[in-house]
């Protein structure tokens, strides 16, 4: 069972940046899938950016060019910079895994990490 456990959040004014961090209890060098999910008051979970244990990454359109998602193997740990904030990124986000073993899939949850973007 691997923990995640995130890191980083914080209070930050319009335009600010911040990096989160993702430390896995154990190595992610299996972990093929890595994401960073967040959840707004009163809407649901959505998706922000994942990378592949190849490194390939996917951002959604709402914080292309602001967000860069990266991953460590030495350091077991994912990370998540944020530049140019807005409150609309206002949220709790979340660290994700999935591990693949032929068709099943086991998917590993951080605890999150709260980001309020002042106006």
């Known amino acids: 069972q691997v923990q995640l456990v995130e890191s980083g959040g914080g209070l930050v004014q319009t335009g600010g940046s911040l990096r989160l961090s993702c430390a896995a209890s154990?190595?992610?060098?299996?972990?093929?899938?890595m994401a960073w999910y967040r959840q707004a008051p009163g809407k649901q979970r959505e998706l922000v950016a994942t990378?592949?244990?190849?490194?390939?990454?996917f951002y959604v359109d709402s914080v292309k060019g602001r967000f860069t998602i990266s991953r460590d193997k030495a350091q077991n740990a994912m990370y998540l910079q944020m530049n140019s904030l807005k409150p609309e990124d206002t949220a709790v986000y979340y660290c994700?895994?999935?591990?693949?073993?032929?068709?099943?899939?086991?998917?590993?949850w951080g605890q999150g990490t709260q980001v309020t973007v002042s106006s």
């Open positions: 154990e190595t992610i060098f299996d972990l093929n899938v």
């Open positions: 994700n895994a999935a591990r693949y073993r032929g068709t099943l899939r086991s998917d590993y």
């Open positions: 990378i592949t244990n190849g490194h390939n990454t």
